[in-house]
C-alpha cells in the first residue's frame, strides 16, 4: 500500500526558497569616456548566467581557488530556477535492474545521431561525479533504505536512468549550488545583462577578453544605461535557451540565452535545428510541462470550439479506445514530440492531432475527472483494456484507480500541489494546453571542456550545443553540471593572461549605437521586432514546417536584420536598453536558425527529432482512424545525416554553414592506469 505524503513535505518540495544574500561584486575602477562613467570589473574568469549550469561552474572555479565573477541578468530566474515538469528529471549512470555501463550510457545519449561520440562519453561519465557533487552539497534525491537511487524510465531512455526530486529538481539544483556559492563567497553582479563580448587578437590568436553589459545598478546620471566593463581571460557563457525565439513557448519569460551574443562575436553554433517541443500549460498562465504522470494518469483530452462545444478529438485519430488511451499514458515517457512516432498511431499523434485543433481556433483542455472517452463504435474506457505496458505500470505503482484525479494523486500528488499553488486547482478545473517549444539541443559548439571556437570562451548547459537530435529526459540538466564541472577544471589548469586593453574604441561604439537608438524615431520597436521573429519561428519552423516555406522564411529574417542594421530598436526609455540589445541577437539567432533549417532542407534532409519536416514529395504520411492526413505527407531522415553536424558561424555580417563528421572517442580499450596516469599528473589531459 502507497504511503500517503504529508502536505507540509508536499509544500516543502514545491515552494523552494532561495537563499536571501549573496556577496555583491563591487567594480575595481572607472572609464572615463567622452563625459560618461563605465564601472570595470576585472576577475580571472567571468560566469554569464546563474542558472544551474553556471551556478555549477562558478562554485566548482571557486573550489579551484579561482577568482570567478557571476554576472546575471536575474538572480534565481531562467529555466532551471523556473521551469518544470510533472516530475523534473535527472539523468545519470545508474545500477538499474539490467545493469549499466557508461559507454552504453552514452550509446543511448547519442542514439538520436548528429552528436560527438567523444560529447555523449564525457557525460555519461562525469554524470557520476556531478551527481555525487549535487548530493553532498544536500539535493535531496530519494533512495531506498540501502540508499540506491530511486529511478525511473523516460523519454529516449530505455533502461530506467532517471531520477527526480519532483517537480522542482531543477529549482532545488539552484538552491544548493547557490547555498554552496553563498559559503563560498562568490562574488555576483545581478541585473547584468551580458550583450557584447569583447576579444582581441586575429586569427588563431584570437582571445576573449572580457564582455560589455548593462547593469541596472550602475545607472547613473553620468552612465544612464548602466554599462559596465567586465574583463576577464575566461568567459563561461551559461546564460540558457532562447526561450524568446517562438511564441509558442513553454520557458519563462525573458528567457534570451546567448546564441546572437556569440554569433556577434564569430562563435561558431552546432545543430540549430534541433529541439524539442512538447505538451505544456500556456506562457501567458503559469508554463509547465505536462509530460509524466500528468499524462501517465491518462486524464480526458478534448477541444472546445468557439461555440463552447466540446469535442473529443483524439477519437478521430486512434482506431480504439485502448489505443487512444494507451498511447495518452505513453506521452508519459515518450513526452517530447518525434516524427517517426507521428507514424502507426504512435504517441506524437496526439500532438499532430493538438496542432490541427489549434489552428481550427479550439482551446484545448485535459480533464483528470473524467477518463477519456471512446472511439464511436468502440468500447468504453476500462483499466482492464490498456496495452500491457500501460496497465503493468498502473499495476506497479498501485494505480488502478477508477478516475484520473486519483490516479495522479496516487502517482504524483506533487504534480497537482504544484497547479494549486499557481492558482489552479486539478481537483475541480480542466487544464488549458498547447504544444509548445521546450528546449534548443543545438547551442554554441564546445569541445569536451565546454570550450567554444573562440580563445577563452566557454559554453555549458543549455547554451552550448552538445545535445544530438534527441536527448534522453533529464539529460540537460545532467549536461549542464558535467560541463560546469568541466570547464571549470579546464580554466584551472590553463594560464591564460588578463588583457591590458580597456577597449574604449568598442565600449564608445556601443556606447554610439545605443545613443542613436535612443534617439532615431524611424527605430524599430521592440514590440514589432519580438512578434515579427517569434510568429515566424512558430509558423515556418516549428514542430509541424513545410519545407518549401523556409527559403521565404529566411529571406524574411534576413530582410528584418537588415532593417535593423539601417534603422537600429528603439530604446525608449534607459531601462529598454538590454532588451533592445537582446532583440537585435534574437533577430540574428533567428536568421541562424533559418540559415541551418534551409541549408539541412537543400541537402535533402528529412524530418528528425522533433520537426516533420512536410512536402508534397514527402515520402510518408500518417493515418488517422479516418484515413490518410495527407496535409502532413512528410521527408523521412536520411541515415547519413545522423553521422555529421551543420555549423553556422557569421563574420563580417555573412553566415556560413559547414558541414563536418561527427567527433569520435579513443579506442577505449588503449587506456590503461600507468600509461595514462602521467597525463593526469601533468595537467596534459587538458590539452589538444
Ligand atoms: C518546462 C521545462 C521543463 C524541463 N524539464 C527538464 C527535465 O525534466 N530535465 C532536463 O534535463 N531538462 C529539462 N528542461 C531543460 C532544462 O531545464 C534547461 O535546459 C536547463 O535548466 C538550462 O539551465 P541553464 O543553467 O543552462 O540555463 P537557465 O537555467 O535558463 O539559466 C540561465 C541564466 O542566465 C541568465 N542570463 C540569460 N541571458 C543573460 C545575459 N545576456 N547576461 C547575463 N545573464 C543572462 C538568466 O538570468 C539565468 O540566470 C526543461 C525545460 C523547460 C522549459
Known amino acids: 500500500m502507497a504511503t500517503t505524503i504529508p502536505q507540509s513535505i508536499l509544500e516543502k518540495l514545491t515552494n523552494v526558497t532561495m537563499p536571501r544574500h ?8 572607472t572609464l572615463e569616456l567622452d563625459g560618461f562613467r563605465i564601472p570595470v570589473y576585472h576577475s580571472d574568469a567571468l560566469v554569464v548566467g546563474s542558472g544551474a549550469a553556471g551556478l555549477r561552474a562558478a562554485v566548482e572555479l571557486k573550489r579551484r581557488k579561482v577568482d570567478v565573477l557571476v554576472a546575471t541578468q536575474t538572480l534565481f530566474w531562467g529555466t532551471s530556477a523556473c521551469s518544470g515538469s510533472d516530475k523534473q528529471t535527472l539523468h545519470t549512470a545508474s545500477t538499474s535492474f539490467k545493469g549499466d555501463n557508461f559507454t552504453a550510457l552514452a550509446s543511448a545519449i547519442g542514439a538520436g545521431g548528429a552528436m560527438d561520440a567523444d560529447t555523449a562519453y564525457v557525460e555519461s561519465v562525469g554524470s557520476v561525479e556531478a551527481f555525487i557533487g549535487l548530493k553532498s552539497i544536500g539535493l535531496p534525491l530519494p533512495e531506498d533504505r540501502y540508499g540506491a537511487v530511486l529511478r525511473y524510465q523516460t523519454d529516449h531512455d530505455e533502461v530506467g536512468r532517471a531520477t527526480s526530486c519532483g517537480p522542482r529538481t531543477s529549482r532545488l539544483m539552484v538552491k544548493v549550488l547557490a547555498e554552496e556559492a553563498v559559503l563560498l563567497k562568490v562574488p555576483f553582479v545581478d541585473h547584468a545583462t551580458a550583450v557584447r563580448l569583447l576579444t582581441e587578437g586575429e ?18 546620471e553620468d552612465n544612464p544605461w548602466g554599462l559596465c566593463l567586465m574583463r576577464s581571460p575566461n568567459v563561461v557563457l551559461a546564460a ?10 513553454v520557458y519563462p519569460k525573458r528567457c534570451f540565452g546567448s546564441l ?11 545543430n540549430l535545428t534541433e529541439h524539442q517541443f512538447g505538451i505544456g500549460t500556456r506562457r501567458d498562465e503559469f508554463p509547465w510541462n505536462l509530460s509524466g504522470t500528468y499524462v501517465q494518469s491518462m486524464p480526458y483530452i478534448y477541444s472546445v470550439d468557439e461555440h463552447g462545444q466540446e469535442h473529443n478529438f483524439l477519437a478521430r485519430y486512434y482506431r480504439t479506445t485502448r489505443e487512444l488511451a494507451s498511447n495518452i499514458f505513453r506521452k508519459g515517457y515518450q513526452w517530447p514530440i518525434h516524427a517517426t512516432r507521428m507514424l502507426d498511431f504512435g504517441s506524437s499523434l496526439v500532438d499532430l492531432a493538438i496542432y490541427n485543433e489549434s489552428q481550427a481556433g479550439r482551446t484545448i483542455l485535459m480533464d483528470f475527472n473524467r477518463n477519456p472517452l471512446p472511439v464511436p463504435g468502440d468500447e468504453p474506457f476500462a483499466l482492464g483494456n490498456l496495452d500491457e505496458d500501460v496497465y503493468h505500470y498502473l499495476r506497479n505503482n498501485d494505480a488502478c484507480l477508477e478516475l484520473p484525479i486519483a490516479r495522479l494523486q496516487r502517482m504524483n500528488p506533487l504534480a497537482i500541489e504544484l497547479y494549486k499553488h499557481h492558482g489552479h486547482d486539478l481537483t475541480t478545473q480542466p487544464l488549458p494546453f498547447n504544444v509548445n517549444h521546450q528546449h534548443m539541443n543545438g547551442g554554441i559548439a564546445v569541445d569536451t571542456w565546454g570550450h567554444s571556437s573562440l580563445n577563452g570562451c566557454y559554453a555549458v548547459g543549455e547554451a552550448a550545443g552538445t545535445h544530438g537530435v534527441t536527448r534522453p529526459g533529464g539529460a540537460a540538466l545532467n549536461a ?8 571549470a577544471k579546464h580554466i584551472a589548469a590553463t594560464t591564460r593572461e588578463a588583457s591590458e586593453a580597456l577597449f574604449e574604441t568598442q565600449t564608445t561604439e556601443l556606447l554610439r549605437q545605443i545613443q542613436r537608438d535612443s534617439q532615431r524615431p524611424e527605430a524599430l520597436s521592440i514590440e514589432s521586432v519580438r512578434d515579427e521573429i517569434q510568429q515566424r519561428m512558430s509558423e515556418r519552423a516549428g514542430f509541424v514546417c513545410d519545407a518549401a516555406l523556409v527559403p521565404e522564411a529566411l529571406q524574411a529574417a534576413r530582410r528584418l536584420n537588415q532593417r535593423i ?30 540559415v541551418a533549417l534551409d541549408a539541412y532542407i537543400a541537402k535533402g534532409g528529412g524530418s528528425r527529432g522533433a520537426r516533420m519536416l512536410c512536402s508534397n514529395a514527402g515520402d510518408v504520411v500518417p493515418h488517422t482512424r479516418e484515413g490518410e492526413l495527407s496535409a502532413f505527407r512528410f521527408l523521412s531522415e536520411k541515415p547519413e545525416h545522423r553521422q555529421e553536424q551543420l555549423q ?33 599528473l601533468t595537467d596534459e589531459i587538458y590539452q589538444g
Open 240 to 249: 540558457g535557451g532562447p526561450g524568446e525565439l517562438f511564441r509558442d513557448s
Open 260 to 270: 546572437g551574443l556569440a554569433l556577434e562575436a564569430g562563435i561558431a553554433t552546432v
Open 565 to 594: 542594421a539601417q534603422y537600429g530598436v528603439a530604446i525608449d526609455h534607459p531601462n529598454k536598453a538590454a532588451f533592445s540589445l537582446q532583440w537585435r541577437h534574437m533577430a540574428l539567432a533567428s536568421e541562424a536558425l533559418l
Open 22 to 29: 549573496v556577496s555583491l561584486a563591487a567594480p575595481q575602477q
Open 648 to 680: 553556422v558561424s557569421w563574420h563580417n555580417g555573412e553566415f556560413s554553414v559547414e558541414t563536418r563528421p561527427l567527433r569520435t572517442l579513443d579506442d577505449l580499450s588503449t587506456i590503461f592506469f600507468e600509461k595514462n596516469w602521467p597525463a593526469f
Open 203 to 220: 586569427g588563431a590568436q584570437r582571445r576573449v577578453a572580457g564582455l560589455l553589459a548593462i547593469v541596472k545598478g550602475a545607472r547613473s
Open 480 to 487: 549542464g553540471q558535467v560541463f560546469g564541472l568541466r570547464c
